[in-house]
C-alpha cells in the first residue's frame, strides 16, 4: 500500500515556479513530520523543509534548507491531508529527485540516499529540473 503519493514536479526556466504535493494516509499525516528531501546526481540525500506534525508555525516548528531560504515554502491542509512545497525563483542548482518524507521527527541531516528505514516513509520521488 502506497502511503506517501507525491506530484507535482516537471521542467522550468530558471526564475519559474513549481509546487510539489504529498497526499499522505490520515493515520501518518497526523503523527508525524512532513517534509521534502531531495538528491542530485552525485550529492547527498538533503533535507530542503520539514514541518512539524502539528502544524505549529513557532520559531523553530519549520525547517528550511538555507539554500532554499526566502524562496521556497512549506504549507499543509490537514482536511486533504496534504503537504505543499512551493518553489519559486527556481534555480539550476535545485535539479533533483525530490522526495516527500515522513517520521516522528525529520532533522536535517544528509544521508547517502533519499531511502531506508532512517526515515519511516517516503514517497516514490518526483524529477524537478531547472534550466538556464
Known amino acids: 500500500e502506497v502511503q506517501l503519493v507525491e506530484s507535482g514536479g516537471g521542467s522550468v526556466q530558471v526564475g519559474g515556479s513549481l509546487r510539489l504535493s504529498c497526499t499522505a494516509s490520515r493515520f501518518i499525516f497526523d503523527d508525524s513530520d512532513m517534509g521534502w528531501y531531495r538528491q542530485a546526481p552525485g550529492n547527498v540525500c538533503e533535507l530542503v523543509s520539514r514541518i512539524r506534525s502539528d502544524g505549529s508555525t513557532y520559531y523553530g516548528s519549520t525547517y528550511y534548507a538555507d539554500s532554499v531560504k526566502g524562496r521556497f515554502t512549506i504549507s499543509q491542509d490537514n482536511a486533504k491531508n496534504t503537504v505543499y512545497l512551493q518553489m519559486n525563483s527556481l534555480k539550476p542548482e535545485d535539479t533533483a529527485v525530490y522526495y516527500c518524507?515522513?517520521?516522528?521527527?525529520?532533522?536535517?541531516?544528509?544521508?547517502?540516499?533519499?531511502?531506508?528505514?532512517?526515515?519511516?516513509?517516503w514517497g516514490q520521488g518526483t524529477q524537478v529540473t531547472v534550466s538556464s
Open positions: 518524507a515522513a517520521d516522528a521527527n525529520l532533522i536535517p541531516h544528509s544521508r547517502p540516499t533519499c531511502s531506508g528505514s532512517w526515515v519511516n516513509y
